[in-house]
């Protein structure tokens, strides 16, 4: 155990100043530390990389995931270096085929999908359309279903014709059925959702991810574009997992740069340039619009923010 003691705080010590480290949380009998099955573990690099993960900040499940991660690597690269970082897809056994030898694939949509708003409601889309925001996103919540069919219908038809791509958060039969372009789904969305029905219908899958582990598993279904985040501190959904930061998304960017890619979580004017430069061609915001004095000015702020 102490060779890979050793090679953990090799790891720990190379990235430290790389914004990967999210505060260890306090644990307790009711929230007890995360576990490193040793018997499980097909080498001493994969529990190093698993105990530098968890001493980093990681989740448990993204710390099992970086730990097969660190073993691929260093075999495949012919031996050791803790200054590297897992960042290729074989190294995390993603998907070796293309999207278009891939027949469960979703369909395209564009690499890069600009500044992304997620709006409450169909007369916020609407304004974003006038705006000429690149991407959108109905995210309403209610549990009138008639309420939801009707505002799925008014943002179809404001986005027609337009240069706005509308996606409907969660809402995927109403949003099939609207012939809308394209639906967010959550990661819990996937054990309900009829992704064969979504496949079939033409529609643009996009994926939430918040850490290694899901981005692996999102993977698995070649979605149209897969959203990161939550980047930055966030009250408007409660998170399962702490803010990633930039240091993180820019390894996830890399590691994903082969799929259209979506930085969401807390971005406001200050931080967007940051992000954009990460690699990901959009950036989803919410408040940064929706409490804007003037929404429409700041469509066309924050995207001279992304190309600066």
């Not at 897969?226 to 240091?247: C, D, E, H, R």
């Not at 919410?286 to 003037?294: E, P, Y």
Request: aromatic share 8%; proline share 6%.
């Amino acid at each position: 155990m102490s060779l890979v003691r050793d090679l953990a705080d090799q790891i720990v010590v190379a990235h430290r100043a790389e914004d990967l480290c999210i505060p260890i949380p306090q644990y307790s009998l009711s929230s007890p530390p995360p576990k490193i099955d040793n018997e499980a573990a097909s080498d001493h690099y994969e529990l190093a990389g698993s105990l530098a993960a968890i001493e980093m900040g990681f989740i448990e499940k993204d710390a099992k995931i970086l730990g097969k991660a660190w073993s691929r690597m260093a075999i495949q690269d012919g031996g050791f270096n803790p200054f590297k970082w897992p960042s290729r897809p074989e190294h995390f056994d993603l998907l070796p085929w293309t999207r278009n030898m891939n027949p469960k694939a979703f369909a395209e949509c564009p690499k890069r999908l600009g500044l992304y708003g997620v709006m409450p409601d169909a007369d916020w889309v609407k304004r974003m359309v006038d705006a000429e925001i690149p991407t959108v996103q109905l995210r309403f919540k209610s549990e009138d279903r008639n309420k939801i069919k009707k505002q799925i219908r008014e943002s179809v038809k404001a986005a027609q014709d337009s240069k706005t791509l509308l996606f409907i958060n969660d809402y995927w039969q109403e949003a099939i059925d609207a012939e809308a372009y394209g639906v967010h789904l959550g990661q819990e969305d996937l054990e309900t959702a009829d992704l064969d029905a979504i496949r079939a219908s033409g529609l643009r899958l996009g994926l939430s991810t918040h850490g290694y582990a899901e981005m692996v598993y999102a993977d698995r279904f070649c979605p149209s574009y897969i959203a990161m985040g939550a980047v930055f501190a966030t009250n408007l959904k409660k998170m399962a997992t702490a803010p990633q930061g930039l240091g993180r998304l820019y390894k996830y960017a890399k590691l994903l740069s082969h799929y259209p890619l979506v930085a969401i979580g807390g971005i406001d004017q200050d931080s967007i340039h940051a992000v954009a430069k990460s690699g990901v061609g959009s950036v989803a915001v919410v408040r940064a619009i929706t409490q804007a004095k003037d929404p429409k000015a700041a469509v066309k702020q924050l995207q001279e923010l992304m190309r600066a």
